[in-house]
């Protein structure tokens, strides 16, 4: 015979999708930021899991690799992955001031 099952503890996490702007003139850059938010006790735990990056230019959504092969025809060989870089950064930042999922 099995003994009974208690429950114990329960957590709830949400998943979260921010959608951010930024306007660089030529084009402009749209950023995803998907975080998990786990609720604590004193306040959350946030998680960012992923940032998406997308570039318009005459308000179209570019291809990655275009826009990429295009700012690397402009900006120089080898600069887009630093740029990217340097916006998820820039992204994640915001996401982090701006978000209602701080820890107290």
Known sequence: ???????????????????????LGMFKVLGIVWSCVSERENGYDNDITEIELMFVLNGKVCKYLGFKELYEKLYGEKTF????ADLSTEFEQAYFKQTPYKNK
């Open 1 to 23: 015979m099995s003994k009974k099952i208690i429950k114990v503890k329960e957590q709830v996490d949400y998943s979260v999708r921010t959608e951010f702007s930024k306007d």
């Open 81 to 84: 992955n630093q740029f990217y």
